[in-house]
């Protein structure tokens, strides 16, 4: 397994900026597809937005031109700006490797109208 840590949440208001990172273990990572999910309260997890190892991309809808996903392999680092962002992005963003079930600790998001 990969161990994840992630971090950069916090309270903002709309339209403002958040930068998530989530660090992981192992020299493993950067053959990794990594991606960012949401759990908002009351609601299932959702996947937000994934990238491979060589750097493809994908976003789901709600957040597609506003989200940029990227990963630094140097630093085992995987990367989510959150840019215009709306109260309902208000969630816990975890991260996951596709490869492994287990989950790192989440960090809060919080958009105030």
């Known amino acids: 397994q990969v161990q994840l840590v992630e971090s950069g949440g916090g309270l903002v208001q709309s339209g403002g900026s958040l930068r998530l990172s989530c660090a992981a273990s192992g020299s493993i990572f950067r053959i990794l597809t990594m991606g960012w999910y949401r759990q908002a309260p009351g609601k299932q997890r959702e996947s937000v937005a994934t990238?491979?190892?060589?750097?493809?991309?994908n976003y789901a809808d709600s957040v597609e031109g506003r989200f940029t996903i990227s990963r630094d392999n140097a630093k085992n680092t995987v990367y989510l700006q959150m840019n215009s962002l709306r109260p309902e992005d208000t969630a816990v963003y975890y991260c996951k490797s596709s490869l492994y079930s287990n989950w790192g600790q989440g960090t809060q998001v919080t958009v105030s109208s």
């Open positions: 990238i491979t190892s060589g750097g493809t991309t």
